[in-house]
């Protein structure tokens, strides 16, 4: 018998899909080992922040949630894991409020190491194994390994990580050395997942990675130049499978084999692309080390829309990223403008250790970065409202969430990713697909639905 079980356990995710599938997992596997997850931490024995580092601020978050989760119940033992954990786990360690640092590279093993830890009453706050980092002076790690297993939870839709790891290197990430060089969970396991999941009732899956579409590139059997594609081909083909969304895709991966293959599904198909754009100017994107120029950028979404006409395409953008000029913003306002996105991602440029971005000339002042924020995520309430209003008594199809608003309507998402709202005491219910006529705004962000 395990002398830890019983023992009650919180995870508090930080960051992106990958990070909550990966969350999921650890739920699952710590049920399996006799650990009871509960949904505070104010009553955990143990405490376990999945971590975020793609910006300062997410790790700022992360040590505030340490500090907070230490004094609110101090007899807790306190992880820390994560792309955090993996770039600076020198500073954590050092941390008083932290008891255990598990980096990435070793995260698909955290339950074992820490129930080691615990049994010999280890005071090391790494694993043996593990050098501590600092400030992500590091090597690119190599691994086989992807944690993926039963990711089942209470929501209406499913993460479905089949791909961990990047190995782009953009001038401002840190992400390939926080996640990894690229790899890919292989097909059979992630159709085995895919079937459990439709046998669950799940409505909706969300295809997720770090990198998406460079899916299946490592794998020995992948002997077509499209595994990806090969990969969502057989998803669909499985029984029962009700609504597919693809989590994210760089430009330069959108082709027209997978987009014939979407369309022959489109019932089935989740029509929104997210697209990373991160800037409309060709000289920013090259300093940013991007695959593309505003040029072929526009070209992937003409060729987008030339399938599905009505898609809602949305996209990233870094604001005051080194070097960029009243001229280069001006260009990416313009640029964003004339692709009439359906909404953006804005992110201002954070400084990141080990980066080239880091060593560049040209830093923005914080205010002109906050400015420009703050005009981005204006334009991006304009080109949802305008995105969204050419669906105004139109009838789509609403996945109910286990969400409500301040009025206790329930709320929901189209296919094409539009906020909807129930009209109060209508009959649905979460987790469930009906057909609504949208009849106007909410607010800027909701549609209401009779």
């Known amino acids: 018998m395990n002398p830890l079980e019983n023992r009650k356990v ?59 989760f230490q004094r609110e119940n101090p007899k807790s033992v306190r992880v820390i894991t994560g792309c955090y954990a993996q770039i600076h786990s020198s500073q954590l360690q050092d941390l008083a409020e932290v008891d255990y640092v598990v980096p990435n590279e070793v995260k698909h093993d955290l339950i074992a190491l ?24 590091q090597s690119q790690f190599k691994s086989s390994v992807v944690v993926f297993d039963e990711a089942i939870s209470d929501q209406t839709r499913a993460y479905l990580k089949v791909q961990d ?20 969970v292989p097909p059979q396991q992630v159709l085995t997942e895919v079937r459990r999941l439709i046998q669950h009732g799940v ?11 460079d899916y299946g590139r490592d794998l020995s059997q992948a002997e077509d130049n499209s595994p990806f594609v090969e990969l969502l081909q057989s998803i669909f083909a499985e029984k029962g ?17 997978l987009l014939k293959m979407l369309k022959d599904h489109e019932v089935q198909f989740c029509d929104h692309f997210h697209l990373p754009l991160q800037s409309g100017s060709d000289r920013i994107l090259k300093l940013m080390r991007r695959s593309y120029t505003t040029t072929q950028y526009a070209e992937t979404v003409s060729m987008i829309r030339s399938y599905f006409p009505k898609i809602h395409i949305s996209g990233d953008v870094i604001v005051g990223f080194p070097q960029e000029g009243e001229e280069e913003f001006a260009q990416t306002q313009d640029f964003i403008q004339s692709l009439h996105f359906g909404s953006l991602h804005v992110f201002p440029y954070s400084k990141r250790p080990n980066t080239l971005a880091e060593k560049l000339p040209g830093h923005m002042a914080p205010e002109i970065i906050k400015l420009r924020v703050r005009i981005l995520r204006e334009l991006s309430t304009q080109l949802y409202r305008t995105y969204a209003a050419q669906f105004l008594d139109q009838t789509l199809s609403v996945l109910w969430e286990n969400q409500t ?6 709320l929901g998402k189209t296919k094409n990713y539009l906020n909807i709202c129930a009209p109060r005491n209508a009959d649905t219910q979460a987790g469930s697909i009906s057909s609504v006529c949208i009849r106007g705004f909410v607010d800027e962000k909701t549609l209401l639905a009779t």
Request: glycine share 8%; net charge positive.
């Open 405 to 410: 608003d301040t009025q206790g309507r329930l």
């Open 10 to 68: 919180y995870i508090k995710t930080l960051g992106c899909k990958v990070n909550t599938f990966d969350s999921r997992v650890l739920e699952n596997q710590f049920r399996a080992k006799g650990y009871e997850i509960i949904g505070s931490p104010e009553h955990a024995d143990i405490q376990i922040i999945n971590s975020c580092s793609v910006t300062a601020n997410a790790e700022r978050e992360a040590r505030y949630l340490l500090r907070r």
């Open 114 to 137: 820490l129930e080691g830890k615990l049994h010999n009453a280890s005071s090391a706050k790494l694993p043996a194994e593990v050098k501590a980092v600092s400030k992500n002076r």
């Open 203 to 213: 409505p909706e899956l969300v295809v997720t990675g770090i990198h998406v579409g």
């Open 165 to 184: 790891g990047c190995d782009g290197f953009c001038a401002y990430c840190q992400i390939p050395y926080a996640r990894g060089a690229s790899r890919s």
């Open 241 to 257: 499978l009700r609504q597919l969304r693809i989590s994210s895709l760089e430009p330069s991966e959108v082709n027209e084999p």
